[in-house]
């Protein structure tokens, strides 16, 4: 069975081009790659980008790009939508040129969150990534991609079952108390050596969370932090380790108003069931956010 390997890029629409260019590069430390006119692409690496902001006034993810191995998994991928009765959309040569892969298809999951399966993206190994501003280290992808985003939720079994048909495997790994006798359930799913690649379960006002861009040297949390703290944009969780992925991190609200995780430290994905109540320490909320 075919199967995604890793979520490649996002693509987020944006009211303000000029904010988030900033933000980006002098807060973030990516790269901005271009010369400014039509998509902002951002790099985080070797690729051509890992972010493209899009001016729009939803201010909410557009895309988010899942890999597949190749030509022939892009095939196999269309054949298990149509097996399952799941509507996608195989994107012309203008669109796939434009997102600088060699194909793309398009698909929603049970939630309406819109997803872009490609194959073949532009890397420039002759491109040294440089980041917008100075770091100590550099951003992890590698086999892991870009990092991990928590998305608009619908039924939690729902969500599941569509991810498996993507070939990602994961389950519930927070179980949180609540007043009474319930409990609150985050589902993660994953699809390769990141701990997860998607979590569901907090309700959202947009598709998207947060999404979670993980550094190799804690300096780089600690400097980002810093920068965040002397700047216009609020921290909304504070600096804490997670249970489940281990990552040391905080949350900061980005320009269009769903959060950014700033991480270091992540433990690899184990592939073995386990659930928590709470985070290891930290993450305090300072406005409301997410604990996953």
Not at 116 to 126: D, L, Q, R
Not at 152 to 168: H, I, N, Q, S, V
Not at 231 to 238: E, N, R, V, W
Not at 253 to 258: D, N
């Amino acid at each position: 069975m075919p199967g995604v390997t890793e979520l490649g890029y996002v693509r987020f629409g944006v009211s303000d081009l000029a904010d988030w260019r900033e933000f980006a590069t002098q807060l973030l430390g990516l790269e901005l790659n271009g010369n400014g006119e039509g998509p902002v692409y951002l790099r985080t690496d070797a690729w051509h980008h890992r972010v493209v902001l899009e001016e729009d006034d939803c201010d909410d993810l557009l895309g988010a790009g899942l890999r597949v191995a190749g030509a022939d998994e892009f095939r196999a991928m269309q054949d298990v939508f149509r097996a399952h009765n799941v509507g996608f959309e195989v994107a012309g040569e203008d669109a796939a040129r434009s997102a600088h892969v060699l194909e793309l298809m398009t698909v929603a999951d049970p939630a309406g969150n819109p997803l872009e399966i490609f194959h073949g993206p532009h890397v420039e190994t002759h491109r040294p990534f440089h980041p917008g501003r100075g770091m100590y280290g550099r951003f992890l992808t590698g086999s892991g991609g870009v990092g991990h985003m928590m998305l608009r939720p619908a039924d939690l079994e729902a969500t599941c079952e569509f991810y498996k048909l993507l070939g990602m495997r994961g389950g519930i790994e927070y179980r949180i108390p609540v007043p009474g006798d319930g409990t609150l359930d985050i589902l993660f799913m994953h699809c390769n050596d990141r701990d997860h690649t998607f979590a569901f379960g907090l309700p959202t006002e947009k598709r998207i969370g947060h999404l979670m861009l993980e550094v190799d040297n804690l300096d780089d949390v600690f400097l980002t932090y810093e920068l965040v703290k002397k700047s216009d944009y609020p921290i909304a969780i504070d600096l804490g380790r997670h249970a489940n992925d281990q990552m040391f991190s905080f949350y900061c609200l980005s320009p269009s108003g769903f959060q950014i995780e700033i991480g270091w430290g992540g433990r690899p994905a184990t592939h073995q069931s386990e659930y928590y109540t709470r985070d290891t320490y930290g993450h305090r909320a300072a406005r409301r956010g997410s604990p996953a």
